[in-house]
C-alpha cells in the first residue's frame, strides 16, 4: 500500500509539514549565525506550526485529501499569513525580505513534498498501465 494511502495520508501529512517548517526554521537561523538549539528554533517556528496547524485543520474540514498538492497551496497559504501575523503579534521581524523568503521557502517544502508524492504515484501508475 503506497505512502500516499487514505489511511496514511494524514499522519504523513501532520509529520512532514512540521518537519518541513522545523526545517525551514533551522535553515534560516543557520544561515544567519543564530543558535539552532531547540529554543532558537521554537522561536522562529511556532508561528509558523500554529499556520500549518491551522491550515491542515481547515484542509480538514473541507474533506481535501491533505496529500494532494491543492491541499498543500492551502497549507502553504495559511502557514505565511498566520505565521507571519503570529511572528509580527509576538514581537518578531517582518522585513519584506523575510517575508519574500518564507513564503517561496514554505511554497518549495509544503507543496515540493506533495508535488514529488503525487509524481511517484502518477509514475507508479503509468508504468502498471504500459507494462
Known sequence: MPLSARRHAWPLA???DAVAVVLFATIGR??????TGIHGIWHTAWPFLLGTAL????T????LRPTTIRAGVRVWVWTVVLGLVARSASGG???PAFIVVAAIVLGAFLVGWRAVLTWRTWSSRWRRLRG
Open 93 to 95: 521581524g517582518t522585513p
Open 55 to 58: 491550515g491542515l485543520a481547515m
Open 30 to 35: 543557520a544561515n544567519h549565525h543564530e543558535s
Open 14 to 16: 501532520v509529520t512532514a
Open 60 to 63: 480538514a474540514y473541507s474533506r
